[in-house]
């Protein structure tokens, strides 16, 4: 069986692992580890960027149709 996959947000939260923990123990800044670990904003934004190429590849397309 076969569940929906935990965040790594969620396993922190079980385990008492902070944003500021992370940060200290990599060497980065907690507002980067903070982007970094929030996958559904990085799927949304990855989305988003694909939808655009596809549209900017439609004008494209389109644009060459008439040269």
Do not use: N, P, W, Y
């Not at 079980?14 to 580890?33: K, L, N, P, Q």
Request: glycine share 4%.
């Amino acid at each position: 069986m076969q569940g929906k996959k935990i965040s790594i947000k969620k396993l922190m939260r079980d385990a008492g692992i902070r944003i500021a923990d992370v940060a200290e123990a990599s060497g980065h800044d907690r507002a980067t580890v903070c982007h970094v670990i929030d996958e559904e904003m990085v799927e949304s934004i990855q989305q988003t960027a694909l939808k655009l190429i596809k549209e900017r590849t439609k004008q494209v397309e389109q644009q060459l149709s008439l040269f």
